[in-house]
Structure formats: C-alpha cells, structure tokens
C-alpha cells in the first residue's frame, strides 16, 4: 500500500492535494490512483507531503467500491468523497478543493488520459515561476492530443476563439492536469463548466499562468462525458460569461480595523 510522504518539517510550498473527479471511472480508477502514489512518491526532493481526493460525482458504477476494497480507510493518503447528486465535473473539482487540507492543488482527469508521470514537471515549473503577488497556474498542455478528429477539431476551436476573446495565454484550457494555489481558488466565481476557464479566472485574480506540455494517453476503458455539444457550443456561451466577468473585477483591497 503507497503511504503519504512526511517530513520532519514541511512547509507550505511542497504541501499538495490531488483532485480527481470521477464520473463512472471503475475500470480506470485504481490503476490511476497507483500511478498517482508512484508518481509523487518519486518527487520526494519536491514533495513533503500529499494527499489524494477522488470526488465520485454520484457515478452509478462501482468507482468508489472498487477504491475503498483496494485501499481501506485511514490506510493511505487516499480519501474519497461522493456527490449524492450528479453536479458535473467542476463541482467535482470545487468540492476536492474545499475538502483539500494542503494548500496546492493538483488536478487530474480521471479517465486515464493524464499521465501523473508529468506531475513533478508541473511542480517543477512552479518552483521557477516569480510569483510576485500573484498566485501562480501551471497548466498541462497536451500538444500531441490521443483522441478522435471530432474531438480535437471541436477543442481546437473553442481554445483558438477563447484564447483570442480572454487572452488567456493558455493553448489548451481543457486538459485536466493543473496545479494552482487553494486560496486562489476559492475567491473564484463559481459556475458550471468553470473548470474549462481557470487561467482566464487566474489571470482575472492578478495570477501568473504557465503552460508546461504533457503526455496524453488514448483511453483505455469507458466513455468520454464529452461531444460536440458539451465541448464546443456550451464553451462558446460560456466564454461571454466569462469575458463579463473579468471586466467587472474590481481591485484586491486591503483592511484595517480603527
């Protein structure tokens, strides 16, 4: 069984979650979560300690069972929680941040097309970002895409229109594999589908957003939760919400109490 990494003195800038939101995943998802163990247990010079939350959200198959028999409770860095409604992928997301006891966040897809193998990179690549006052975003870019023409083509747009309408500086916004700063995270607006704008919602909180390019696997069990539909139309309505948005930011204050 993998066991978290501890140090006699951790602090605060190699402490990490894991986030991976799961919608019926069960063929995919202990293998997944070893390579996880694996991976960060291999970032030891990078990594203090870590934790892994896989957030099923309310899948009808056997993810959470599968998980539980395969590392009980209290036995390894893993913790799982359940939606008791189905909410979507970034309220999967939301609800593993808000759970997270560390205070950066690592996110991964949990259909297996992520390799955690390209985690340390992205920890790796914060360490050399001058974050100044802002609270830094390394996204996975996924340049050599192991998916269906329709897929990329659809993805391919929706990231050239965004990218020119927020100036997001992000090539691919839809991969799954992130690292950014808890905090940050939750001054975000929420909204269904958030998860596709988080460096427009980094830049927009005064954040610096690099991309660091990753491996991408074909899929090997189950189903995308995506089409055309899901992936490019509703993208494309979200995009004016989030472009409202950020034109509405007002300046990070500071208080004090007379």
């Not at 799982?80 to 997270?100: D, K, M, T, Y």
């Not at 991964?108 to 609270?135: F, H, V, W």
């Amino acid at each position: 069984m993998s066991q978290p990494i501890s140090t006699t003195a951790p602090n605060q800038n190699n402490l990490f979650t894991v986030v991976l939101p799961c919608f019926n995943e069960e063929e995919n998802i202990v293998s997944l979560v070893a390579e996880i163990f694996a991976s960060m247990e291999n970032a030891q010079a990078l990594v203090a300690n870590y934790e892994v939350i896989v957030v099923d959200d309310c899948g009808t198959d056997q993810t959470a069972t599968r998980l539980r028999d395969e590392y009980p409770s209290g036995e390894t860095a893993l913790r799982i929680i359940r939606h008791l409604n189905n909410c979507g992928q970034s309220a999967a997301v939301c609800s593993g941040v808000e759970a997270a006891q560390f205070p950066w966040i690592i996110t991964l897809d949990g259909d297996g097309q992520n390799d955690p193998a390209d985690i340390p990179r992205l920890i790796s690549s914060l360490r050399e970002l001058d974050t100044g006052d802002g609270c830094p975003m390394i996204c996975g870019y996924r340049k050599n895409r192991k998916d269906a023409w329709i897929r990329k083509i659809s993805s391919r747009v929706a990231n050239g229109v965004r990218s020119r309408i927020l100036g997001d500086a992000t090539p691919d916004t839809g991969c799954g594999l992130k690292l950014f700063n808890r905090e940050a995270f939750l001054r975000f607006p929420r909204f269904n589908h958030m998860h596709r704008f988080l460096p427009a919602l980094a830049r927009r909180d005064n954040g610096l957003v690099r991309s660091v390019e990753v491996n991408h696997r074909p899929r090997v069990h189950g189903v995308s939760k995506y089409g055309v539909h899901n992936r490019l139309w509703v993208g494309l309505v979200d995009l004016f919400g989030v472009m409202w948005l950020s034109k509405r930011q007002f300046r990070r204050h500071e208080t004090e109490e007379l």
